[in-house]
């Protein structure tokens, strides 16, 4: 009897208790205060990509750590087929072979990914998992153009230039499952060339393509509302062989100039017309891929020659050399240069990346208060002919 009535004591406090912890807790009341929202997903960083443009082509993910250095991650198969190191129209495999700049791209809020397959004239469209960085394939795409080989991407809407065939710059809505739908595919306006790269104006009102080997005209395409491209304005670059262009300013372009072996900067207005302010000679052969720090002071030119130019940026446009070999690396195959090409830097303007395509490696350097660059360290990509490696992007 005592056991008894000592329990059901213990069960009437327990009672009482669970109705006070209920009502200081809002709990059976319509008025209570709702739970916190949960807290938003981490914004990823310190990952960089590039492509081996293999025959089975392939995404590899590193990660940039906390000095700047990088090591592999992982690998995504981009469900398409690159170029092996073989560029079209040849027989031998040599150091970039997509003959561009900017194969693989990152949108702007760090989303999705983009890869062009020049084997099997594709891009792959993936997502990037926000936590981790790595990629998951959401759909390879053919397209009609011939050989993709450079890409820009704004709101929605993807750009693709293709360096063979009728040379050729494509406009496609991205869907939801990553397919590409075509809005418009246009001839570029000239007799010759092979075009190198496409990149979107920072305000989202024209593409602009460098023309390439065998031309020296720049073409700017206006965006229509629905991504479409309207009628191209073509302009004499100054330059006779424009291959990398990139935006250090809103009304500020800057070009490589592969026979002059120079850096060439030009206004941009508002109808997408370029006018040269000046050239400054590196001396350095080859001089295509270009890279801007996010503050718009310093630019480096990769080269042919397997070396690094680094350049200071003035306000009106003007630029001074400040290093021809800022930075540079031994070919490591007989005969082959080690050929500096696509390179990407960090957004907080501390770090450069740079592939070096005759060497099958990327070289992560950092930047000086004053442009210089110091090696941190190197990665090994471990293509097959390690001739192959093409573009570079990250977050």
Known sequence: MNFI????????????????????????????????????????ANQLYAQTNETVNTIVHMVRNA??????????????????GIKPGTAAAAPNSLGSQNSVIIS????????????????SVFSIDQTSGDLTLKKSTRLLGSTPSSLAYRNGFLYVMFQTGANQVGAYAVQADGALAQLSLQNLPMANGAPTQVVVSPDGNFIVVSAGV???????????KDGSLGSPVSNTAGVTTPFAGAFAAPTLYLSSDISGRALASYSFTNAGVLNLIGSVVSGEAAPCWLVITPNGKFAYVGNGAGTVSSYAVGAGGALTLLRAKAATEAGVLPGVNSVSGDSWISADGKFLYADYLGDDKVVAYSIGADGSIVKLNEQIIGTMNQLSLQGLAGI
Not at 11 to 40: H, K, V
């Open 108 to 123: 702007a809020d760090k989303t999705l990914l983009f890869a062009v397959n020049g084997g099997d004239s594709s891009v």
């Open 214 to 224: 065998a031309s020296n005209v720049v073409v700017s395409y206006p965006m229509n």
């Open 67 to 84: 000095d700047g250095s990088i090591s592999v991650k992982n690998r995504t198969a981009s469900g398409g087929a690159g170029l092996n």
């Open 5 to 44: 009535s000592t329990n059901a004591a213990q069960r009437t406090l327990m009672a009482a208790a669970i109705a006070l912890t209920l009502s200081a807790c809002g709990g059976g009341n319509d008025t209570a205060t709702p739970a916190p929202a949960p807290a938003p997903a981490p914004v990823i």
